[in-house]
């Protein structure tokens, strides 16, 4: 097991490289913390590469789309003290040893006296066979060029359902949608998608099947049928994305972490921030920066007092 220093426990290890990770490593390096951020993705950002540009509701985030946004809060981390290491998940965190023990993909085991879980949320997954072959595409707006001329199936039919539908309807692919009720976007997003000429919506559609080999050949539904497509979009809300935490932390009835008014979970060592503790009308990445920071002044605290 390795640590800061060898068999040193790390003083603080942030999981997930969004912008409330970022923000608890920037000011945890500035405040002379030994930080780790252990990133699964090949880089820093989360759901900020995502957004559109410009980034409205940010003070300063108007010159760019959610991209460079990224790049920026990333280059500005990359100069400071914060250890980061991108492309490397953690699967399982110890949350009853001390020091606490993670466990990474790489199956690596690390200790830390705090843990900060900054992990945000991922697309809710169908449960269904196959489903490894949907998503193929990360963000499939960033690349709708591959996409022109293609069949897409969208499933869900919310407001990211229908909003994505007309995106790669007016990017020249054929979507098809299917709600396993009736579309309940809000009109703003499930009008145009409605009215598109290249957008079929079928209600009363339930998944049963992905299939493919390689790639995705088609998807089944629960009455048999079997509709072919280039490609799927699962897009059925989102749900927060944890890795194993032993024993369990307290969630709240809707999958969100419990945490109290410093973000401190139910293992009093271990923080949470950002959307993986936040209502839907909370998640902005002001909300996410700002959690971050107050973490890191929490466990500079936390360390000083030799707790
Ligand atoms: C399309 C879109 C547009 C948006 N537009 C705006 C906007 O205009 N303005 C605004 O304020 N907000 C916007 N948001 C919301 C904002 O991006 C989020 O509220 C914010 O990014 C949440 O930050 P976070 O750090 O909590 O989580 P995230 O940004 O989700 O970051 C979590 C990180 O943790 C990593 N991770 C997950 N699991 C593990 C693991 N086991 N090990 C290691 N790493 C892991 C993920 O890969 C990810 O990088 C938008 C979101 C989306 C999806």
Known sequence: MSGSDGERPWPLVIVGGGPAGMSAALVASQNRVEVLVLERTAGLGGQVRWADAPVPDLLGGSAGDGAELAERFSAHLLGTRARIRAGVGVRAVMADERPLRLVLDTREELSARRVLLATGLDHRRLEVRGEH????????????????GKSVIVVGGGDEGASLARDLADADATVTMLVRDKLRARPAFGDPA???PAVEIREGA???EIQGGDALEAVVLTTGERIR???CFVRIGAEPALPEIQPPLERLDDGRVRVDEAL????????AAGDLVRSPNERYIAVALA??????RKVEEDLSAGA
Not at 138 to 146: C, H, I, N, Q, W
Not at 291 to 296: L, T, Y
């Open 264 to 271: 401190r979970t139910s293992c009093r060592r271990i923080f």
């Open 194 to 196: 409605r009215g598109h």
């Open 229 to 231: 497509a280039h490609f």
């Open 291 to 296: 959690d971050g920071a107050m973490v890191a």
């Open 133 to 148: 072959l949907a998503n193929a595409e990360e963000d499939p707006r960033k690349t709708l060029g591959s996409l022109r």
């Open 206 to 208: 339930v998944v049963s």
